[in-house]
């Protein structure tokens, strides 16, 4: 009897603050690694942030947000990074909204407030920024935030990022088209819009897509593609792929050649 392992879709949604690709800022000499580690000379790139901050630009008061919300080169501190992300925001800073919002919803730094937290994230979609837009898919579609649970609405929501090529909400659209939840049930759609997020080397989609291959949901069964699949997942960080124990019955039976 073949195991199918099944992730409820929304275990898999997660609300984003900041992106995963640190804002850079020339002017003021700001660049941060992949791991948001502050390059070149800390004390000196923190004293030029500041002061971009306090003069006002909003890029630079977002990315003092990051920097106390994460605690990079300074001490952690969530109550300073909603004080820069507000000013930000309040300057109508797509960025600083969503991240904003985020706060309010997570209740780091301040109190917890739902309707704000809605407020700051309808702010920033409505800039057209996706990551705001694929948040509130991810809010409608876990019925987080004080709403009701909508598949519906979350499509909506995911539509608009994914168009702009924001792999998780592509990831999110498939899924949702692979399970006809809020849209109707359409394997063709499904893989479509997963195959937009597995290209872009997006390591949860990829996981996905092996799942897909090992069940026969959406795709015909096939082992060997299943394995590959995994493999890349678990090469590009994904945690569910590297330990999942299918990959690892799948690889012994690749070497043994007893199977596939």
């Given at each position: 009897?073949?195991?199918?392992?099944?992730?409820?879709?929304?275990?898999?949604?997660?609300i984003v603050c900041v992106s995963n690709s640190f804002s850079q800022n020339k002017?003021?000499?700001?660049?941060?690694?992949?791991?948001?580690?502050?390059?070149?000379?800390?004390?000196?790139?923190?004293?030029?942030?500041?002061?971009?901050?306090?003069?006002?630009?909003?890029?630079?008061?977002?990315?003092?947000?990051?920097?106390?919300?994460?605690?990079?080169?300074?001490?952690?501190?969530?109550?300073?990074?909603?004080?820069?992300?507000?000013?930000?925001?309040?300057?109508?800073?797509?960025?600083?909204?969503?991240?904003?919002?985020?706060?309010?919803?997570?209740?780091?730094?301040?109190?917890?407030?739902?309707?704000?937290?809605?407020?700051?994230?309808?702010?920033?979609?409505?800039?057209?920024?996706?990551?705001?837009?694929?948040?509130?898919?991810?809010?409608?579609?876990?019925?987080?935030?004080?709403?009701?649970?909508?598949?519906?609405?979350?499509?909506?929501?995911?539509?608009?990022?994914?168009?702009?090529?924001?792999?998780?909400?592509?990831?999110?659209?498939?899924?949702?088209?692979?399970?006809?939840?809020?849209?109707?049930?359409?394997?063709?759609?499904?893989?479509?819009?997963?195959?937009?997020?597995?290209?872009?080397?997006?390591?949860?989609?990829?996981?996905?897509?092996?799942?897909?291959?090992?069940?026969?949901?959406?795709?015909?069964?096939?082992?060997?593609?299943?394995?590959?699949?995994?493999?890349?997942?678990?090469?590009?960080?994904?945690?569910?792929?590297?330990?999942?124990?299918?990959?690892?019955?799948?690889?012994?039976?690749?070497?043994?050649?007893?199977?596939?």
């Amino acid at each position: 009897m073949m195991f199918c392992l099944k992730i409820p879709l929304i275990t898999m949604f997660v609300i984003v603050c900041v992106s995963n690709s640190f804002s850079q800022n020339k002017e003021f000499g700001v660049h941060y690694d992949k791991k948001g580690t502050v390059k070149q000379d800390d004390k000196r790139e923190l004293e030029l942030i500041f002061k971009g901050a306090e003069q006002g630009d909003a890029n630079v008061q977002y990315n003092l947000g990051i920097i106390y919300n994460l605690g990079l080169g300074i001490e952690q501190n969530y109550k300073l990074g909603v004080k820069w992300f507000r000013k930000a925001a309040e300057q109508g800073y797509a960025p600083g909204q969503n991240s904003l919002g985020a706060m309010y919803l997570s209740g780091d730094g301040i109190e917890q407030n739902n309707k704000e937290a809605l407020k700051w994230f309808r702010k920033a979609a409505e800039q057209r920024y996706a990551m705001a837009e694929r948040n509130l898919g991810i809010i409608y579609g876990q019925g987080s935030g004080g709403l009701k649970k909508d598949y519906k609405k979350a499509a909506e929501w995911f539509r608009k990022a994914a168009e702009q090529g924001d792999t998780e909400a592509q990831h999110h659209l498939g899924e949702l088209y692979s399970n006809g939840q809020g849209v109707q049930q359409d394997d063709k759609k499904a893989l479509e819009w997963l195959l937009k997020a597995v290209y872009q080397e997006n390591p949860v989609a990829q996981f996905t897509l092996a799942l897909w291959y090992l069940n026969g949901k959406v795709l015909e069964k096939d082992g060997k593609k299943a394995i590959e699949w995994f493999n890349k997942a678990a090469d590009a960080g994904n945690v569910k792929a590297q330990y999942n124990p299918w990959c690892y019955v799948y690889q012994w039976l690749r070497r043994t050649g007893k199977g596939l």
